[in-house]
Nanobody
Framework: QVQLVESGGGLVQAGGSLRLSCAAS????????MGWYRQAPGKQRELVAR???????NYADSVKGRFTISRDNAKNAVYLRMNSLKPEDTAVYYC???????????????WGQGTQVTVSS
């Protein structure tokens, strides 16, 4: 099992920046990819950015060039640096980790509790 705890959300004006952090605990040796998703009111949860254990990244088109995902494997943490924030970035941001369980095929997913990001215009 992997547990995730996010921090760093808050209220910021358009054009501002925030840095989200996610700390993993538990069976962290089994974690593969980690990522950030977001869910705005009335919308489906969507991928924001993802990073593999090897450091490969991918981003949603809407955040490319503005957001940067990074990972510290020694600290079992993943970060999301968000620059040039827009009101449409307002959402609850969730940390996600894919991990393996001994003796079972495939990957399992773990989610954090979410952190609110609000961007005012």
């Amino acid at each position: 099992q992997v547990q995730l705890v996010e921090s760093g959300g808050g209220l910021v004006q358009a054009g501002g920046s925030l840095r989200l952090s996610c700390a993993a605990s538990g069976s962290t040796f089994s974690i593969n990819a980690m990522g950030w998703y977001r869910q705005a009111p009335g919308k489906q949860r969507e991928l924001v950015a993802r990073i593999t254990s090897g450091g490969s990244t991918n981003y949603a088109d809407s955040v490319k060039g503005r957001f940067t995902i990074s990972r510290d494997n020694a600290k079992n943490a993943v970060y999301l640096r968000m620059n040039s924030l827009k009101p449409e970035d307002t959402a609850v941001y969730y940390c996600n980790a894919d991990y393996k369980v001994a003796g079972r095929a495939g990957f399992f997913g773990s989610w954090g509790q979410g952190t609110q990001v609000t961007v005012s215009s």
